[in-house]
């Protein structure tokens, strides 16, 4: 079982939280062939990595890879073929997409949805689970959000979904900022549970460097929230999502039955992946790698058949960081049996840390799993920062 994450590194336009790579799209310049071409070579190279592993999701991430006409992708999506052992891609009418076929996800931002689009979709037939971010249902949010879009593409996206039958699909939902307050949360998520949405992923505002957002914060025109009002909107969300049948199956993720993202739950899973297209990461043999993150370093490296920009080979204490990192962030929490096998010399600093009074509380433990409780979730970053070796 193995994964493959394609980044599109182009943006019609940055939004002022985000600190993804990604370029402006010229509209008359070469670089989408460019990249095209050195996405491609990059596939094939590196198919000797995966020479006996199955392929069961492929990930098509950005950026915005709905810029890109659907023949694009297409040319993509081919070269994997030619190149991996992929798991057979089964008809995207059929409802759930079974564990043992292939996932293919698209990250179609909803100012892209159009019948046009959705249509050349279809006809291409390999993409199986779409992926938008809604990030608000007003105006007035999506605007301080900067983004390119408004509520009623939002609302046309999910009638060309249901037109053109696009039924495994995700919507992502910004929260923890100083213009959203609880009613307009309320008035999304319920609107989203009538209209049946299978996988919503809600995320907190985050201020990174380097970003408009950033810049605009030290300035003092925008400002953070405190730590009580993200939980409050936090919990609040929880609540209604949990109440309703959604699975809260990894901090951010929330899905109805059988829909969690299998591509991501693999990355929480440490499945192996390839990476590919500028600052894309891999995880394969027990190291990390990354690539060239400028779009011209990365045609450099492609054409040097460099196969990364640098890789990081995991020391015994990084594996368990990592396993402590990704396990507390998921539902299922930490396997005390995987643990007691693959990590038996921390053993004894899990279960100080574990037993320690100001964090007791803040579990679940059963005779097979330790996870973090609703309010352990909410410091989750703190309490897993303590485990750290
Ligand atoms: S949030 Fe998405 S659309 Fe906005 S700049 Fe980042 S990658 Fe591009």
Redo the contacts with the bound molecule.
Sequence with gaps: MSGIYVHIP??????G????Y?VKLCKDSDNVQDFLDSICTEIAQKSYLFHNQEVTTVYFG???PSILPPDALERIYRTICDNYNLAPNIPRSSSLVPQSSLEVTL?L?PEHATDDYFSHLQRLGFINRLST?F?SMTDGGLRYL???HSVSDNYRYLELCRKYGFDNFSVDYIFGYETLDDFQIEDAFRFFIDEGIPHISAYSLGFEENTPFMLRLRKGEIHKMDDDFYLRQFRLIHEILESDGYNHYEISNYSLPGRHSRHNSNYWNSVPYLGFGPSAHSFYDGGRSWNERKLSDYHRQISENRPYSDREILTPDDLFNEYIMLRLRTREGIDKEYLTLHFANYLKHFEKILRRRDLIDYFEINDRHVRLNINGVFISDYIISEFFV
């Design positions: 182009f943006c019609s336009k940055k939004c939280y985000c600190d993804f990604s950005g950026g915005t990250e931002n971010g990030q900067g983004r390119n």
